[in-house]
């Protein structure tokens, strides 16, 4: 019998982690339904090698956005993992809770007992962070967090035209204080991805209670307005597996809602458009969608020592033959970590924008890289006013959802794009960089006005892969909640949603790290457990925020 108490739909980034914890005591017994495969292999395990899960059929779902109507009409792709671990083993491996005053927004938009307060002692569980502030970060947890070594001078360079502009320092970001340049942390242990398969899935599949079940998710099966299990296809046959509790969907901030809606869960008219039975109208199902994007500005160095000169065949199989053997070397890291979050202007009181420090010139999708040494920051705006949707493209389960991000579609967007290219210039611009700073590679030099950072932008502003939000959490009473605060979907039951769906409104940064934090903390909702205890620690606030932004 297929049957259990718990069936979690999706291996990835909360599914691993609510595996994990569900079957902790040993008295529940728990099936993870995952379509993708087996994350073996060095494309997933070897960090270096970050380009090219996300670019295979094999490892990705191959999703991409409608043509984006403020983009050109550019369509943009939407990486989600087809894999054991789910994103977590096909992303960046960059490790950022968030700040603070992310989740305190959660709350104040009906998502109560999800205040910065609430999730810090989750961050703390699930984290062992060696090298972290002492008090806010966890050591004992199955995620193991690092820095990565930043031998590369152009790191130190980064970061020390960061306190010559005159911004802050931060010693960890991911403790009392995100604002400021700093080392990023990444998601690696003893030289391998540690994605959420290795930190949480595999040790839970050593359990007798937890098994995971290769099958395609057709629909959630809900009898009498409860759910009793899921409809999948595997091996050319259709199949019941049942759940004696409860079934969570954990299957991205793209399937989730789409399994959703196939299971008669969403605006109503667009289910009835579609031919399927209404079982609960809730129209934010699908809403609500955000992301990430981000521009490449690029340099020429004038120094070689980038890891362009690694870029060729026989450097690569050196480095690959290092990790493969040793477990050490250049193939180790993702290669971003330095990095930083500031504030963009007087008056806003945490920070929203991000940069990655890259010493190299390529595309994240490791095409097109610049012909010569080169580095590179990728930056952002954190909190777009910018809203877009997912929604069936028809009944078929095998068909792509039609994922519309919607993006550039709000005016501040344009402006805050402006303020990041030309802050990037300013940070270049510092004496920490003159040994090093050749031309500008991208934008280039030419394109200085609003109308030609505009133009850059609409042509080259990527996705940071960080979609969320399209089975918002919130108060029952609110009809764009999908979820309430114990992540129950509302209006059947049995049946919960936890993952970066859930997410109100998108935090800072990447979103590995709070999508774990969900599945953590929604696993202690289902068994009934009290939270833990809430924390009284203040995080830091830039003293000078009304007057400064650095």
Same mark, same amino acid.
């Given at each position: 019998?297929?049957?259990?108490?718990?069936? /979690?739909?999706?291996?990835?980034?909360? @599914?691993?982690?609510?595996?994990?914890?569900?079957?902790?005591?040993?008295?529940?017994?728990? /099936?993870?339904?995952?379509?993708? %495969?087996?994350?073996?292999?060095?494309? /997933?395990?070897?960090?270096?090698?970050?380009?090219?899960?996300?670019?295979?059929?094999?490892?990705?779902?191959?999703?991409?956005?409608?043509? $984006?109507?403020?983009?050109?009409?550019?369509? &943009?792709?939407?990486?989600? *993992? +087809?894999?054991?671990?789910?994103?977590?083993?096909?992303?960046?491996?960059?490790?950022?809770?968030?700040?603070?005053?992310?989740?305190?927004?959660?709350?104040?938009?009906?998502?109560? @007992?999800?205040?910065?307060?609430?999730?810090?002692?989750?961050?703390?569980?699930?984290?062992?962070?060696?090298?972290?502030?002492?008090?806010?970060?966890?050591?004992? @947890?199955?995620?193991?967090?690092?820095?990565?070594?930043?031998?590369?001078?152009?790191?130190?360079?980064?970061?020390?035209?960061?306190?010559?502009?005159?911004?802050?320092?931060?010693?960890?970001?991911?403790?009392? +204080?995100?604002?400021?340049?700093?080392?990023?942390?990444?998601?690696?242990?003893?030289?391998?991805?540690?994605?959420?398969?290795?930190?949480?899935?595999?040790?839970?599949?050593?359990?007798?209670?937890?098994?995971?079940?290769? *099958?395609?998710?057709?629909?959630?099966?809900?009898?009498?307005?409860?759910?009793?299990?899921?409809?999948?296809?595997?091996?050319?046959?259709?199949?019941?597996?049942?759940?004696?509790?409860?079934?969570?969907?954990?299957?991205?901030?793209?399937?989730?809602? +789409?399994?959703?809606?196939?299971?008669?869960?969403?605006?109503?008219?667009? &289910?009835?458009?579609?031919?399927?039975?209404?079982?609960?109208?809730?129209?934010?199902?699908?809403? !609500?969608?955000?992301?990430?994007?981000?521009?490449?500005?690029?340099?020429?160095?004038?120094?070689?020592?980038?890891?362009?000169?690694?870029?060729?065949?026989?450097? +690569?199989?050196?480095?690959?033959?290092?990790?493969?053997?040793?477990?050490?070397?250049?193939?180790?890291?993702?290669?971003?970590?330095?990095?930083?979050?500031?504030?963009?202007?007087? *008056?806003?009181?945490?920070?929203?924008?991000?940069?990655?420090?890259?010493?190299?010139?390529?595309?994240?999708? %490791?095409?097109?890289?610049?012909?010569?040494?080169?580095?590179?920051?990728?930056?952002?705006?954190?909190?777009?006013?910018?809203?877009?949707?997912?929604?069936?493209?028809?009944?078929?389960?095998?068909?792509?959802?039609?994922?519309?991000?919607?993006?550039?579609?709000?005016?501040?967007?344009?402006?805050?794009?402006?303020?990041?290219?030309?802050?990037?210039?300013?940070?270049?611009?510092?004496?920490?960089?003159?040994?090093?700073?050749? &031309?500008?590679?991208?934008?280039?030099?030419?394109?200085?006005?609003?109308?030609?950072?505009?133009?850059?932008?609409?042509?080259?502003? $990527?996705?940071?892969?960080?979609?969320? @939000?399209?089975?918002?959490?919130?108060?029952?009473?609110?009809?764009?909640?999908?979820?309430?605060?114990?992540?129950?979907?509302?209006?059947?039951?049995?049946?919960?949603?936890?993952?970066?769906?859930?997410?109100?409104? /998108?935090? !800072?940064?990447?979103?590995?790290?709070?999508?774990?934090?969900?599945?953590?903390?929604?696993?202690?909702?289902? &068994? *009934?457990?009290?939270?833990?205890?809430?924390?009284?620690?203040?995080?830091?606030?830039?003293?000078?925020?009304?007057?400064?932004?650095?």
């Amino acid at each position: 019998m297929l049957e259990a108490d718990f069936v /979690i739909v999706g291996s990835g980034s909360a @599914g691993s982690a609510l595996a994990y914890r569900l079957s902790e005591d040993g008295r529940h017994s728990v /099936i993870v339904i995952e379509y993708g %495969g087996s994350d073996f292999g060095p494309f /997933i395990q070897m960090p270096a090698a970050l380009s090219f899960p996300m670019n295979m059929a094999r490892y990705d779902w191959g999703f991409k956005s409608e043509p $984006e109507p403020h983009l050109g009409g550019r369509v &943009l792709a939407t990486p989600r *993992g +087809k894999v054991v671990g789910g994103s977590s083993s096909i992303n960046g491996m960059v490790y950022v809770r968030g700040h603070a005053r992310d989740f305190d927004h959660w709350a104040e938009q009906g998502a109560a @007992g999800w205040a910065y307060a609430d999730v810090l002692p989750y961050f703390k569980r699930m984290e062992s962070a060696a090298d972290g502030e002492a008090g806010w970060r966890g050591t004992g @947890g199955p995620l193991h967090v690092r820095r990565g070594p930043r031998d590369n001078p152009l790191f130190a360079a980064f970061l020390e035209a960061g306190r010559q502009a005159g911004f802050e320092l931060t010693q960890d970001y991911n403790g009392s +204080k995100q604002e400021g340049f700093g080392a990023l942390e990444q998601t690696i242990h003893r030289g391998r991805r540690w994605s959420a398969a290795n930190a949480y899935l595999k040790p839970a599949l050593k359990r007798q209670n937890v098994s995971l079940l290769n *099958g395609f998710a057709r629909r959630v099966v809900v009898e009498n307005q409860r759910a009793v299990g899921v409809e999948i296809e595997a091996h050319k046959k259709i199949q019941l597996v049942k759940a004696r509790r409860e079934v969570i969907v954990a299957a991205s901030a793209i399937n989730s809602p +789409k399994l959703l809606m196939l299971s008669g869960i969403g605006p109503a008219d667009h &289910l009835r458009h579609n031919g399927i039975a209404v079982i609960a109208d809730r129209p934010g199902v699908g809403s !609500n969608l955000q992301d990430h994007l981000e521009l490449y500005i690029q340099q020429q160095s004038l120094q070689p020592i980038t890891l362009y000169s690694k870029l060729n065949l026989l450097s +690569k199989a050196l480095i690959g033959a290092q990790w493969l053997f040793f477990k050490s070397g250049l193939g180790t890291s993702n290669h971003f970590e330095a990095g930083a979050f500031l504030r963009s202007a007087a *008056g806003v009181d945490y920070p929203d924008i991000q940069y990655h420090f890259l010493p190299v010139a390529i595309r994240y999708d %490791g095409k097109a890289a610049a012909q010569g040494h080169g580095f590179q920051a990728h930056v952002g705006p954190m909190r777009s006013k910018s809203r877009g949707t997912i929604r069936l493209a028809s009944p078929d389960a095998w068909q792509t959802p039609q994922i519309r991000f919607n993006y550039m579609s709000h005016p501040d967007d344009w402006s805050d794009f402006r303020r990041c290219i030309r802050l990037t210039r300013e940070i270049f611009s510092q004496a920490a960089f003159d040994p090093y700073r050749g &031309l500008e590679i991208a934008p280039g030099d030419a394109v200085g006005s609003d109308a030609a950072l505009d133009d850059f932008i609409r042509e080259h502003a $990527e996705s940071a892969y960080h979609p969320c @939000g399209t089975c918002r959490m919130g108060a029952r009473d609110d009809a764009m909640s999908v979820v309430d605060n114990e992540c129950r979907v509302i209006g059947v039951e049995g049946l919960r949603v936890a993952d970066s769906s859930i997410f109100p409104r /998108i935090t !800072n940064g990447n979103l590995n790290a709070p999508s774990i934090m969900v599945g953590e903390k929604a696993a202690d909702h289902i &068994l *009934g457990r009290t939270p833990l205890a809430p924390s009284n620690q203040e995080p830091w606030i830039n003293p000078r925020w009304r007057e400064s932004d650095r």
